[in-house]
Antibody, heavy 120, light 107 residues
Framework: QVQLVQSGAEVRKPGASVKVSCRSS????????VHWVRQAPGQGLEWMGT????????NYAQNFRGRVTMTSDTSTSTVYLDLSGLTSEDTAVYYC?????????????WGQGTTVIVSS | DFQMTQSPSSLSAAVGDRVTITCRAS??????LAWYQQKPGKVPKLLVY???TLQSGVPSRFSGSGSGTDFTLTISSLQPEDVATYYC?????????FGPGTKLEIK
C-alpha cells in the first residue's frame, strides 16, 4: 500500500546535525513532491520545505534557509532531511508528507514521524 | 508575511452538536485550502482539500466551505472520536503555511 516510512528517533547535542530519512512505497516516486513538516512539543505544524524528486530541486522555508538540506535518492525512493546547527528549539517530531506533483495539492499521505531531541 | 489564522483556538462542545471552525488567510488563496485532523499522539490526517472536497473515507458529517480569504470547517453532529486539533493550510504556493490549530474537546 501507499506509505511513507521514516527513520527512527534521534538524540543530538546542541550544535550537531541530524539526518532523517523518508522512504516511499506503493506509488511512483517521481510523481509526487515530498514536504517536511515539524511539530515542537505542544505546538502546531510548521512547514519546512519541499523536495522535488523529479528534478532534484528544493524550496526551503525562510526560517530554515542556511541550515536545512533536502535530498533524494530515486534508486531507493527515499528523501532525506538534513538539519544542522541544532538547538533545543529544534526538538520536535519531524514528518514527511507527499503532494501530487502535477497540480497544487494538499498533503494526502504522511510518514509516521521522527522524534528529534536536542539536549546536552 | 503571509499568515493563516483560526478561530476559536479551542472549543468544547457536546456530542451531537454542530461545530464550526473558521480559517482566514491574510491574502486571497482562491480555494487552495486544506483541513487536517490530528488526534492526540497521532499523525495529521487530510480531511478536506480544495476548500470543500472531502478526502476519501472521511465521514460525511465533515464539510468545508469558503473561497478567497475566509473558510470554514463544519462538523454537523459531533462524535466522541472527533476529539482532535484541526489545522487549516494554504497550498496555492510556498510557503505552505498552516494555521495555528483549533483544539476540539467534548463537553
Amino acid at each position: 500500500q501507499v506509505q511513507l516510512v521514516q527513520s527512527g528517533a534521534e538524540v543530538r547535542k546542541p550544535g550537531a546535525s541530524v539526518k532523517v530519512s523518508c522512504r516511499s512505497s506503493g506509488y511512483t516516486f517521481t510523481s509526487y513532491y515530498v514536504h517536511w513538516v515539524r511539530q515542537a512539543p505542544g505546538q502546531g505544524l510548521e512547514w519546512m520545505g519541499t523536495m522535488y524528486p523529479d528534478s532534484g530541486g528544493t524550496n526551503y522555508a525562510q526560517n530554515f534557509r542556511g541550515r536545512v538540506t533536502m535530498t533524494s535518492d530515486t534508486s531507493t525512493s527515499t528523501v532525506y532531511l538534513d538539519l544542522s546547527g541544532l538547538t533545543s528549539e529544534d526538538t520536535a517530531v519531524y514528518y514527511c508528507a507527499r503532494e501530487y506533483s502535477y497540480s497544487d495539492d494538499a498533503f494526502d499521505i504522511w510518514g509516521q514521524g521522527t522524534t528529534v531531541i536536542v539536549s546536552s | 508575511d503571509f499568515q493563516m489564522t483560526q478561530s476559536p483556538s479551542s472549543l468544547s462542545a457536546a456530542v451531537g452538536d454542530r461545530v464550526t471552525i473558521t480559517c482566514r488567510a491574510s491574502q486571497g488563496i482562491s480555494n487552495f485550502l486544506a483541513w487536517y485532523q490530528q488526534k492526540p499522539g497521532k499523525v495529521p490526517k487530510l480531511l478536506v482539500y480544495a476548500a470543500s472536497t472531502l478526502q476519501s473515507g472521511v465521514p460525511s458529517r465533515f464539510s468545508g466551505s469558503g473561497s478567497g480569504t475566509d473558510f470554514t470547517l463544519t462538523i454537523s453532529s459531533l462524535q466522541p472520536e472527533d476529539v482532535a486539533t484541526y489545522y487549516c493550510q494554504k497550498y496555492d504556493s510556498a510557503p505552505r503555511t498552516f494555521g495555528p490549530g483549533t483544539k476540539l474537546e467534548i463537553k
